[in-house]
């Protein structure tokens, strides 16, 4: 084994251990803020691992749709809401119980499909079926690169003018609501004190 296999499995158990801490980060943390985030890491490295396994399109795509937009928008509807960040009480009832059987069962299963799954043998696509001209595979090059190349600016613009939209109009819904309830405090403010009522 030469160092560069030393440094590509190294660089590789770095980001399953990201996308690992991630997705615990994202399903056990109390604060939804911070589970969003957390669900960033895991996007994010999954596209790191995309990187990692020359699968450079697929990577874009990953970082540009999961991280750059779904994320985005998730933590932004998280932020906006009124919920209280997480729940005050930690007592775990049969609910409980029974989703953590559930998942460790179902972890079982899959780890010993995964286990017992002869990989080398499956074929997905039947043998005649594969075109030998390449042009499936130089059409996706192609697009990668006017995508990364080319458009990467129109695309990260865009991407730019959909954040400012989407806080302008958090902003303007912030401050109707303010003031919608300050019009309302005013109003039923001289009732309050007034002894007719």
């Given at each position: 084994m030469n160092i560069s296999e030393l440094i590509h499995d190294f660089v590789?158990?770095?980001?399953?251990?990201?996308?690992?801490?991630?997705?615990?980060?994202?399903?056990?943390l109390v604060n939804?803020?911070?589970?969003?985030?957390?669900?960033g890491l895991v996007f994010t490295c999954i596209s790191l691992l995309y990187f990692?396994?020359?699968?450079?399109?697929?990577?874009?795509?990953?970082?540009?749709?999961?991280?750059?937009?779904?994320?985005?928008?998730?933590?932004?509807a998280v932020m906006i809401t009124?919920?209280?960040?997480?729940?005050e009480t930690t007592a775990r009832g049969i609910g409980y119980i029974i989703t953590a059987g559930t998942c460790t069962i179902l972890f079982s299963i899959l780890s010993f499909v995964i286990h017992n799954t002869k990989w080398s043998d499956l074929s997905l696509i039947p043998q005649s079926g594969i075109s030998t001209s390449g042009t499936l595979g130089s059409n996706v090059q192609q697009l990668g690169y006017k995508l990364l190349g080319e458009f990467v600016i129109p695309f990260e613009?865009?991407?730019?003018?959909?954040?400012a939209a989407l806080v302008g109009a958090i902003n303007l819904a912030r401050?109707?609501?303010?003031?919608?309830?300050?019009?309302?405090?005013?109003?039923?403010?001289?009732?309050?004190?007034?002894?007719?009522?």
């Amino acid at each position: 084994m030469n160092i560069s296999e030393l440094i590509h499995d190294f660089v590789l158990a770095l980001v399953e251990l990201g996308i690992l801490l991630g997705s615990l980060g994202a399903v056990l943390l109390v604060n939804t803020v911070n589970s969003a985030f957390s669900l960033g890491l895991v996007f994010t490295c999954i596209s790191l691992l995309y990187f990692v396994l020359n699968a450079d399109f697929v990577a874009a795509a990953q970082l540009l749709v999961y991280v750059g937009a779904i994320n985005v928008l998730t933590v932004f509807a998280v932020m906006i809401t009124d919920e209280p960040a997480g729940s005050e009480t930690t007592a775990r009832g049969i609910g409980y119980i029974i989703t953590a059987g559930t998942c460790t069962i179902l972890f079982s299963i899959l780890s010993f499909v995964i286990h017992n799954t002869k990989w080398s043998d499956l074929s997905l696509i039947p043998q005649s079926g594969i075109s030998t001209s390449g042009t499936l595979g130089s059409n996706v090059q192609q697009l990668g690169y006017k995508l990364l190349g080319e458009f990467v600016i129109p695309f990260e613009l865009l991407s730019i003018l959909l954040l400012a939209a989407l806080v302008g109009a958090i902003n303007l819904a912030r401050n109707e609501d303010a003031f919608i309830v300050n019009k309302k405090s005013a109003a039923s403010a001289p009732y309050k004190n007034s002894t007719f009522f």
